[in-house]
Every structure is written in structure tokens, then in C-alpha cells.
């Protein structure tokens, strides 16, 4: 019996068997035409996060774990690189500085020179004391209000006072 390159016999095999393929194998694995040629233009890999090819760069690696106890950089001109603390911080303590101005609230605290006080303490948020400070200057006509709002103009521009969620006021307007 003669066999063909392929290994087969040619015509002393299975009569269903086609030429080039294995008569011992299920008829599933039988192949229909022939197979195809490997050849590299053909092949193509998934991205290898090589840094020839061209793409964004990577992330830069995380902080070693503890946050640092310096205040961020000033970048100038008002600006702060600091999210959590937009208005800045203060300069000693680092603490984040409130969105309100002392210098503001102090001005509008003077007004209790005209009988008025209490509109500083409503601008910083400590609502409950401006409207006793109002109260209290309209009951005295206007004497309560000269002296409280006096000192108390004097406590929030020396920087004594905070803001209702105890952060320091920023100074400026």
C-alpha cells in the first residue's frame, strides 16, 4: 500500500475519507480547505504599554502615606494649590481660613457706632448673636450698641474672632 506525504493512504483507506485528511479522527476535526500560512503582517498584539508608542503617559505614583505638615505652595496672585482649603491657610497654624473677610466684618461691625450694631456678626454667620447685638442697641437707644459694637469690631479686626465652623478669617476683602 503506498502512502502520500500527508501520510495517509491514497486510495486503499475509508471510501468517506477526503484526500488529506485523517480517517481515524472524528468527522468534526476534519479540515474543509487548506491551512492557512503564518505570516507576521498578519498577527497583531494588543498594546504593550511600551514607551515607544505614542499615548498618554502614566499616572505618577502615590505619596508615601502621610500627608505632609507644610501648608501647600502659594502660587500667587490669591491662588492656592489646595482644594481643601480654597481661601488659603493660615500662615502659622495651617488651618484652612474661612470665606469670610475680617476686615469686612469689622467695618460692618463699626456700624454700631451709629447705633446698628450686630450686621458683622449676621455677615459672619453667627446670625443668633448679631440679632441680640440689634436688639440689645434698639432697648438702650443706641448706648449697648456704641459699646458692644465698638469691642466687638475691635475682636473680629485684630483677629480674635472665627467663623461659625471655627476656621480663622482671612484677612483682606
Sequence with gaps: MHRGADGHSGAGGRADSAPGSNPAAPPCAIRAGPRPIWHAENVTDPPS?????????????PGYGYPSPFPPQYLGSGVYNDPSAPFGRHPVTGEPLSDKSKLVGGLLQLLGLFGIAGIGRIYLGHTGLGIVQLVVGLATCTVGAIVWGLIDAVLILTGNVRDPHGRPLRDGT
Design 49 to 61: 504599554g511600551n514607551p515607544a508608542e505614542p499615548g498618554p503617559p502614566p499616572p505618577p505614583p
